[in-house]
C-alpha cells in the first residue's frame, strides 16, 4: 500500500520540461531522503536521484530532483522518447519503521 | 550486481523461496531489501536482512508468512514466502541499500526480479 501520493501521469513533447510531485509526511519524507526510480517497460526498477537531489554517475543532468518539507519533486528537461517509464518515489518511514513507495507517475512522450 | 532465481509457479497454499546472489561489493556491508510489485501495480516493500548478522525486519502486512534469511559463504540472501495465495503472485525484487551499514537510506541496485505465479 503506497503512503507516497504522485500524479498517475505526466506528459509532453520532445525537448519539454515535464515535472512530477510526490507528497508524504513528516514521517518520511520529512526526515529522510527521498530516492527517486526509473522503471522502463519489463525491466527492474533503477536508480534515478539519491539522497533527494542527487544524481548517480551516468544519469543525464537533464534529471532533477529536490525536497522541500513534506514534498519531493522531479523534473526532466529536454525530453526524450527514452524518457517514457514509469516514475517512484521512495523514503524511509520512521512511523511505519518500512520503506514506502509513491504511487508512481507514468510519463508519455507525446 | 544482484541475480535473482528464475521464474516460479505454485499452488495456493504452497511455499516459494527465492534466492538473489550478490556479486562485486563487500556482501554483508550492505542491507538488503526486498520489494514485490503485482501485476500493473508498484512498489511494495516486504522486508530488509543486515547480511552481516541475519537481522530482519518486516512490513506488518507480511510478518509471519514471510522470512529472509542469508548465506554469507555464498553472498547470497533468500526470501521465503508460505500459504501463498493469488494476492502473492508478483515480480519480487532484491536490492541493495545505498549507504553502508545503514537501512533507512534507499536503495542503488536492484535485482532483475523473480516472478511468482500462484495459480491453481
Known amino acids: 500500500q503506497s503512503v507516497l501520493t504522485q500524479p498517475p501521469s505526466a506528459s509532453g513533447t520532445p525537448g519539454q520540461r515535464v515535472t512530477m510531485s510526490c507528497s508524504g509526511r513528516s514521517s518520511n519524507i520529512g526526515r529522510n531522503y527521498v530516492y527517486w526510480y526509473q522503471q522502463l517497460p519489463g525491466a527492474a526498477p533503477q536508480l534515478l536521484i539519491y539522497?533527494?537531489?542527487q544524481r548517480p554517475s551516468g544519469v543525464p543532468d537533464r534529471f532533477s530532483a529536490s525536497k522541500s518539507g513534506t514534498s519531493a519533486s522531479l523534473a526532466i528537461s529536454g525530453l526524450r522518447s527514452e524518457d517514457e517509464a514509469d516514475y517512484y518515489c521512495?523514503?524511509?518511514?520512521?512511523?511505519?519503521?518500512?520503506?514506502?513507495f509513491g504511487t508512481g507517475t507514468k510519463v508519455t512522450v507525446l | 550486481h544482484l541475480a535473482q532465481s528464475g521464474a516460479e509457479l505454485k499452488r495456493p497454499g504452497a511455499s516459494v523461496r527465492l534466492s538473489c546472489k550478490a556479486s562485486?561489493?563487500?556482501?554483508?556491508?550492505?542491507?538488503l531489501q526486498w520489494v514485490r510489485q503485482a501485476p500493473g501495480q508498484g512498489l511494495e516493500w516486504v522486508g530488509w536482512?543486515?547480511?552481516?548478522?541475519?537481522?530482519?525486519k518486516y512490513a506488518q502486512k507480511f510478518q509471519g508468512r514471510v522470512t529472509l534469511t542469508r548465506d554469507t559463504s555464498m553472498s547470497t540472501a533468500y526470501l521465503e514466502v508460505t500459504r501463498l495465495t493469488s494476492d502473492d503472485s508478483a515480480i519480487y525484487y532484491c536490492?541493495?541499500?545505498?549507504?553502508?551499514?545503514?537501512?533507512?537510506?534507499?536503495?542503488?541496485?536492484w535485482g532483475q526480479g523473480t516472478t511468482v505465479i500462484v495459480s491453481s
Open positions: 536482512i543486515n547480511p552481516n548478522n541475519g537481522a530482519t
Open positions: 562485486g561489493y563487500s556482501f554483508t556491508d550492505y542491507y
Open positions: 521512495a523514503a524511509w518511514d520512521d512511523s511505519l519503521s518500512g520503506y514506502v
Open positions: 536490492a541493495k541499500e545505498d549507504q553502508p551499514y545503514l537501512y533507512y537510506y534507499g536503495v542503488d541496485v
Open positions: 539522497k533527494s537531489s
